[in-house]
């Protein structure tokens, strides 16, 4: 093939192209398919983060059928759950004179003051029991440190403790991770933030997330989200599964 001939090749290409974009745009294209390289990142569905539980999130057991529906459209699927001991740091009720949901100043940065939760080994910490995920294949439990929060299931809040998550998803030679859980504005954000840091291509799965919304927070987290390429989707964008 001539050099010409291939040019022509190409322009006609990008002509088609360019006229399957005017007649569909780019968000509109076709499902997104999950395949080898994409893991779910099912974040601390948990009993102490659902009503009744220590810490509920407004509507959090919604996200359960949801996530349940999405699983066997993923062929990876890692769950995090919220994993501290008694007395941890981040409940208002180791530091005396602070009420919960204030914020306080700690040697590693700004934390928020929680209400005792996801006690480690208790009932409250327990995972949803109507989340349905046989395939998933890592539990990784975060915030286990007495001494440091761990919203996001990479890093711990100090910004310097690492879970092993990047590490693992990289060495399955996964590159796109999927954020579901709870919630949206603290957990599944620093989450999805944190894994585009490491270098992976995230998503934040909307319908499939509840927010706390603190002063604000659930905006901020969008936000900061889109501003460092996290790409936000509903359920219904995912294909089914293939096969
Ligand atoms: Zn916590």
Known sequence: MTVLSSRRR???????????????????????????KAALIVVDVQNCFVEGGTLPVKGGAEVVPVINALAPKFQNIVVTQDWHTPGHASFASAHSGQKAFSSIRLNYGDQVLWPDHCVQGTDDAALHKDLQLPTAQLIIRKGFNKGVDSYSAFQEADRKTVTG???????????????????????????????????????????????????????AAWKQMAAQGVRRIQSGDIAAAAG
Do not use: H, M
Request: aromatic share 10%; net charge neutral; glycine share 10%.
């Open 10 to 36: 190409f322009l006609g290409a990008a002509a088609a192209l360019g006229a399957g974009c005017a007649a569909a745009p780019l968000w509109a294209a076709a499902p997104i398919q999950p395949g080898a």
């Open 165 to 219: 998550l990047a590490g693992y998803l990289k060495a399955r030679g996964i590159d796109t991770v999927f954020v579901a859980g709870l919630a949206t504005d603290f957990c599944v954000a620093w989450t999805a933030l944190d894994a585009r840091k490491a270098g992976f291509k995230a998503y934040v799965i909307e319908d499939a997330t509840r927010a706390i919304d603190l002063n604000g927070s659930l905006a």
